[in-house]
């Protein structure tokens, strides 16, 4: 008896968690909210590192209106410093710009340098090397 009790509940079970038809109201319902989402959605962020114990930088902006993205990074690494603006909408993504230019033969290492981190979502703090930790090799020096 306990077994037809068991079965029974697990076939219920399994009814109530299939997944449901959508209705064609609902889909019309869901696809307008996402076209309304899209058509209004808006942000910006950016972000910077710019480690003078490493010799590198990376900068990156981005902003959103509506079904439209434009952006831009950059980066130097001692050899090359690289910029590429673009953009992205209706018409797929893009690069407007590509710039590189030659900037050194390497990065140059340090020791006495700090990284500055900045971001629109994480605010800005620096780092240095610990010379007086041989177990940490930098500290948080908080700007």
Known sequence: MF???LIASLLV???FAAPREET???RLDREELERYQNENAQYAFNSKVDDQINDGQIIREEEREG???RGKYSYFDGFV???VEYIADKDGYRVLK???EDVGNGPQFNPEGQADVEGSLIGKYSIKLDKDDDEKHYKDIHA
Request: glycine share 6%.
């Open 13 to 15: 079970t399994i009814a």
């Open 67 to 69: 079904g439209t993205v």
């Open 24 to 26: 064609e109201q609902e």
């Open 81 to 83: 410093k690289r910029t």
């Open 98 to 100: 590509d710039t590189m």
């Open 3 to 5: 077994k037809y009790v």
